[in-house]
């Protein structure tokens, strides 16, 4: 089945240490993004990537990094530099970028907890 | 700055009574609004969406309406079950922002009881 899958499910760090969360999707979309929800709260942009080989930083980009070499992957490093990394972080994808006029659903994975210990 | 917003952070309602969820939104330019239901540790799902062409649109007993003169959208779930526990998040897309990816707002929690 196509979908999105994110990896790992549960994650936990040491101060210090940079991590990366994978998220890999099936569904042949172009745009995939990133996003950060903490407790009790809405969903906060990190990065989105509209096309392969392309991104622009969201609202809370700092702290993060993400690349884009293959259309169907586009994994997030959480780094040091990320003062409150604890956080529930999932990844999007729509099939085409929403810019202009296009519109569309966005497909979530099933995200990833993070924990700094 | 632009902001999507919600008036009710908890929406309690009797089972088989219908729900309204309301979302206010700052950004006159918005073109695109999108309902998401979230349940407890797993991603956001698709609900319905709306253009800003339209004022109302329905789905599998859940209906969103838009009033672009007061910025409003809301989401209406007919004969809620126990299954509609969740929280449900309303989201926008801007014209005129240079800004190519969905703003959500912060969630109202819906609980069903029995």
């Known amino acids: 089945d196509g979908g999105i899958t994110q990896s790992p499910k549960y994650l936990f760090r040491k101060e210090g240490q940079n991590v990366t969360l994978s998220c890999e999707q099936n569904?042949?979309?172009?745009?995939m993004y990133w996003y950060r929800q903490d407790p009790g709260q809405g969903l906060r942009l990190i990065y989105y990537?509209?096309?392969?080989?392309?991104?622009q930083k969201g609202d809370i980009a700092e702290g993060y990094s993400v690349s884009r070499e293959k259309k169907e992957s586009f994994p997030l490093t959480v780094t040091s530099a990320q003062k409150n990394p604890t956080a529930f972080y999932l990844c999007?994808?729509?099939?085409?970028?929403?810019?202009?006029?296009?519109?569309?659903?966005?497909?979530f994975g099933e995200g990833s907890r993070l924990t700094v210990l | 700055g632009e902001s999507v917003g919600l008036h009710l952070p908890t929406l309690s309602v009797q089972e088989g009574d219908n729900s309204i969820i309301n979302c206010a939104y700052s950004?006159?330019?918005?073109?695109?609004f999108i309902w998401y239901k979230q349940e407890s540790g797993k991603g956001p799902q698709f609900i319905i969406d709306i253009r800003s062409n339209m004022d109302k649109r329905q789905g599998q007993r859940v209906t969103v309406l838009l009033n672009k003169t007061v910025k409003h959208l809301s989401l209406q779930i007919a004969a809620t079950q126990p299954g509609d526990s969740a929280v449900y998040f309303c989201?926008?897309?801007?014209?005129?922002?240079?800004?190519?990816?969905?703003?959500f707002g912060s969630g109202t929690r819906l609980q069903v009881q029995p």
């Open positions: 569904l042949n979309h172009d745009a």
């Open positions: 950004n006159s330019a918005s073109d695109y």
């Open positions: 999007a994808s729509s099939l085409q970028g929403l810019a202009g006029p296009n519109t569309g659903e966005l497909f």
């Open positions: 990537s509209q096309i392969v080989n392309d991104f």
């Open positions: 989201a926008e897309k801007g014209l005129g922002t240079g800004r190519r990816a969905l703003t």
